[in-house]
């Protein structure tokens, strides 16, 4: 499913009277996501997930054509979780 398809899918879902209006719902769920991990703060939706910040240390890595070592900085990551409510629904 494409972000178009997600619009579609909320809006009729949502019984909304447009679709800007569900697309709106969208990127703003999206950017409050996406701000709050970004400050470190974890994002939980019961049932369904939650989004966290992960930090990734410094380490040396290896050129896969040459194989001389390359230094990988530092750097931060998301992870996401899937609730209980979510992985019965994809386990059936």
Same mark, same amino acid.
């Given at each position: 499913m494409n972000k178009a398809e997600l619009v579609d899918a909320v809006q009729a879902a949502a019984e909304l009277g447009s679709r800007s209006e569900a697309?709106? %719902?969208v990127n703003a769920l999206t950017e409050v996501v996406? $701000? %709050?991990? $970004?400050?470190d703060d974890k994002v939980s939706l019961p049932g369904f997930g939650s989004w966290s910040r992960t930090q990734r240390a %410094?380490?040396?890595?290896?050129?896969?054509?040459t194989g001389e070592p390359v230094d990988i900085p530092a750097s931060k990551g998301v992870k996401f979780s899937a609730g209980a409510g979510f992985k019965k629904a994809v386990n059936g």
């Open positions: 697309e709106r %719902a996406v $701000a %709050a991990v $970004a400050r %410094a380490r040396t890595g290896r050129n896969p054509r």
